[in-house]
């Protein structure tokens, strides 16, 4: 079959989030030519509105900080938190789980040589740290960095998207209660004098998930890396022997046909953004904080190719707070906070407030068909209001209580009017989780009982820092939906991030990454940055992998080359 083509190159990629740039970065760093696609008309995907952590268990960083791990409690831990391979499948295999934890060395020290500076979430636990191999400080991010050295890349990055300051993770547990504790007000001043000598040198400082792209985006135009924005990856073309050789991309010049002589990488995302597939697979809308471009067009185009797909019904789930006329706003610390608890339409409590957010997401869209909790219920009274950052109600305003989502009262009687919550059974709630509080053991669901729970609590609230009595009104409510960072399901792949059909034969030159892929996570969240972290290894095992493969059958181009493709 003679195939006919309008641009050439060694690797094409689509996206570029952290899966698709840490591939793109690869191959061109092994030498070979790399052209990038981007669905939209900005790059950076959703990993520059996140937090830009990446969960990399026995890396050099954390090492080098004095932070013991190794290759055997990395992968007990993996196993303690996911579960038995045999009970995930595939997604999950003991392959894939040995290939993540090995790769994390040979990745973190390569980017960090090619320019990556690398910082340590210290105080950050796993998700699960009680777990057999739970540790604390595994997850890693980049340092701030200046926006300006993009140049004009930067203008056409999703910078945003993401916050305008040098802000790290670790500042934002001591930042939320930077009013209620002399270590919270020292950090605060710390970020503040940080932001200034940024300001003071000229410098536009991002950190979080702005601040690790930026550092790719910089990395990655330094080596010549290509790109088109505005430009979906709509099919994936094979040759006779049923390799993909290349895809079909609708460029704002109209569709091109680019040849791929080493391969093909899908690392464009999940189905987020997707109402439709929302409702087929998770029976709901969906209240995402990805990207808008989320809409699972690389899925598809790879499930059109033959490929098979696990994990379609889950998503990286979480608490938000629906905020009428925007996207909703993801919560984390507010849940956790003493003087808080949440309740479902009933007005009774169904799980501790301070989980992981995957499992609180996981344990609402349980209760919802048991005693209707979509939306939950957060209730906080005046003291929470006065001590902890509350992001939602920073940027919902008035609109939040005209919509109903807030409501408030002077007392909790005529607050479970407000919300609709029969007062018998609130007013119960309440008073049985003072009990808790004053004892400073939730008997019925642990909150507090683990270092991840107390990561975002209050060390002046005694004896539990993540409960506090609910006494002292105001008492304020904030309706809690099903959020989410993005979808969990998609292409299956195998230890290389090579994409493989229904019969569990490899595709030949075709590799996926990060949310376009079902996740080697299973149905969990291990630590902090477990969408990352995973999606940056086999987006550099997928480029790894296509520089040692043989190039596809050679047919001329009939257009331009790689070099022609117009640049951000």
Do not use: C
Request: hydrophobic share 40%.
């Amino acid at each position: 079959m003679t195939q006919s083509w309008d641009r050439e190159v060694d690797v094409l990629v689509a996206g570029t989030g952290a899966a698709g740039m840490t591939a793109a970065i690869t191959a061109a760093d092994r030498g070979l030519s790399v052209l990038v696609v981007e669905s939209t008309d900005r790059w950076g995907g959703t990993t520059m509105r996140s937090g830009g952590g990446l969960w990399m268990p026995n890396n050099p960083i954390m090492r080098r900080t004095g932070i013991a791990d190794s290759r055997e409690e990395a992968l007990t831990y993996l196993e303690s938190a996911i579960g038995p391979s045999d009970s995930i499948g595939p997604a999950s295999s003991p392959e894939r789980r040995a290939a993540f934890v090995d790769t994390i060395p040979e990745l973190v020290t390569r980017l960090e040589q090619l320019g990556v500076r690398w910082a340590v979430a210290k105080d950050y636990p796993d998700y699960y740290p009680d777990r057999p191999g739970g540790k604390i400080g595994r997850g890693i991010e980049s340092k701030p960095f200046d926006a300006r050295r993009l140049g004009d890349w930067r203008e056409t990055s999703r910078t945003g998207d993401s916050i305008p300051a040098p802000m790290q993770t670790d500042d934002v547990w001591l930042l939320m209660r930077a009013w209620s504790s002399f270590s919270g007000f020292v950090r605060g001043a710390r970020f503040v004098f940080r932001t200034l000598g940024g300001l003071v040198t000229g410098k536009k400082l991002y950190g979080f998930g702005g601040g690790l792209m930026l550092q790719l985006g910089a990395i990655a135009k330094q080596q010549g890396v290509q790109m088109l924005l505005s430009s979906p990856l709509t099919e994936l073309l094979k040759d006779e022997r049923g390799r993909v050789v290349g895809a079909v991309v609708a460029t704002p010049d109209g569709l091109q046909r680019i040849r791929a002589r080493r391969g093909v990488i899908l690392g464009a995302g999940g189905f987020a953004a997707n109402s439709a597939w929302r409702q087929k697979y998770h029976g709901i809308a969906g209240y995402t904080s990805a990207a808008e471009g989320d809409l699972g067009t690389a899925i598809e185009a790879g499930v059109a190719a033959g490929a098979d797909v696990a994990l379609m019904d889950d998503a990286w789930w979480g608490a938000s707070v629906p905020i009428p006329g925007k996207q909703a706003q993801f919560v984390l610390n507010e849940r956790s906070d003493p003087f808080s608890i949440v309740v479902d339409q009933s007005g009774r409590r169904y799980l501790n407030e301070s989980e992981s957010y995957i499992d609180f997401g996981h344990h609402l869209l349980e209760r919802d068909p048991i005693s209707p909790a979509n939306p939950s219920w957060l209730v906080v009274e005046r003291r929470h209001r006065q001590r902890y950052m509350f992001g939602a109600l920073l940027m919902g305003g008035t609109a939040l209580v005209e919509q109903g989502v807030v409501v408030k009262a002077g007392t909790l009687g005529e607050l479970a009017e407000k919300m609709g919550v029969d007062r018998a059974t609130f007013l119960a709630t309440v008073e049985r989780f003072n009990g808790f509080a004053r004892t400073g053991v939730d008997v019925d669901f642990g909150r507090g009982g683990t270092a991840y729970d107390r990561y975002y609590s209050d060390p002046w609230v005694k004896p539990n820092p993540n409960l506090g009595a609910l006494e002292k009104g105001p008492f304020t409510a904030v309706q809690l939906v099903p959020g989410d960072l993005g979808t969990k399901g998609g292409l299956l792949t195998d230890e290389h991030a090579r994409v493989v059909d229904v019969d569990g034969r490899v595709i030949d030159g075709l590799y996926a990454a990060g949310n376009t892929t079902a996740s080697v996570m299973g149905r969990t969240y291990p630590g902090p940055g477990s969408t990352i972290g995973p999606a940056a290894v086999f987006g550099y095992l997928a480029a790894v992998h296509a520089a040692s493969s043989p190039e596809g059958s050679a047919t001329p181009a009939r257009g331009g080359s790689a070099d022609e493709a117009r640049t951000v």
